[in-house]
């Protein structure tokens, strides 16, 4: 009796398990020892020069010097200066690669690579090892990341001990009107409660932006003290942080002010 097409797809789609399961294994034993790391979004189309290309590496390199790692998914344009930022600070520069045919290609400006054939594993790896996150101006792949990461912490998917990662979009004249959208379409229509808008902040600038990074990482904002009327606070369904930091995977905790470095 001849195979059919069926019997030959569900072949394929069983050995394909092996080579998923085989991309997290690789990447969990690489990064496991990761700490204190921000993962940056961001568009792959950005140029050396350009606004946000610049600005992403001016903050990476500022976070390398605050011995933070930097985590990028390894490819051009924001991801590319993520890295260089990072690599050129002398600070850990992490790039997780995704294997496409005709578009992304490894930057050079990484001391720890990763190559991924599945987007889904890559992007496991890229939040699991994040104590922050920056999400640049980007196209359909940047929201596609900032709404599934939304998501997980919206849902309590994404905690270790009570602490969830500080979530940072960067420009609000990029990101504004879709927070505008946000706050008056999706909040009164009650597809969102309000106070899901507090998952995230908006900096302006890459001083803003890096200090928010590390006060939300002291003192997670996620979930949000809500209260009634009268004053009294109303429990939310999330897991509230814990009130000990140390079982998180933060290494050396920075200073709960803005540090002078970030003045200026």
């Not at 350009?50 to 992403?56: A, F, G, P, Q, V």
């Not at 104590?131 to 980007?138: D, E, H, R, W, Y």
């Not at 909040?187 to 995230?200: H, L, Q, Y």
């Amino acid at each position: 009796m001849s195979k059919t097409h069926a019997d030959e797809a569900s072949g394929q789609d069983s050995w394909r398990v092996f080579r998923i399961m085989a991309e997290f294994v690789e990447g969990f034993e690489t990064l496991q020892h990761v700490n204190n790391a921000v993962t940056i979004f961001g568009s792959a189309r950005v140029k050396p020069g350009e606004k946000w290309y610049d600005d992403t590496e001016s903050l990476a390199s500022r976070l390398a010097k605050r011995k933070h790692a930097v985590i990028t998914g390894g490819g051009p344009g924001v991801m590319e200066a993520g890295n260089k930022g990072a690599f050129i600070a002398k600070g850990k520069s992490i790039g997780l690669n995704i294997v496409l045919p005709h578009e992304q290609k490894p930057n050079p400006f990484q001391n720890l690579s990763l190559d991924f054939r599945y987007f889904y594993a890559r992007k496991v790896m890229l939040v699991k090892y994040a104590s922050a996150f920056v999400i640049m101006p980007g196209g359909f792949g940047t929201l596609d990341e900032m709404f599934e990461l939304l998501t997980l912490i919206q849902t309590g998917k994404i905690g270790n001990g009570g602490f969830v990662p500080p979530v940072v979009l960067y420009g609000r004249e990029f990101w504004g009107g879709l927070v505008d959208w946000i706050e008056k379409t999706l909040v009164p229509t009650k597809m969102i409660n309000a106070v899901d808008t507090s998952i995230f902040r908006i900096a302006d600038g890459v001083a803003e932006a890096a200090a928010y990074v590390e006060q939300g990482m002291l003192k997670p904002w996620w979930p949000p003290e809500v209260h009634d009327a009268a004053g009294k606070r109303i429990e939310h369904p999330r897991p509230s942080p814990a009130p000990d930091l140390a079982r998180h995977r933060i290494g050396t905790v920075p200073p709960a002010d803005p540090p002078p470095w970030l003045e200026g």
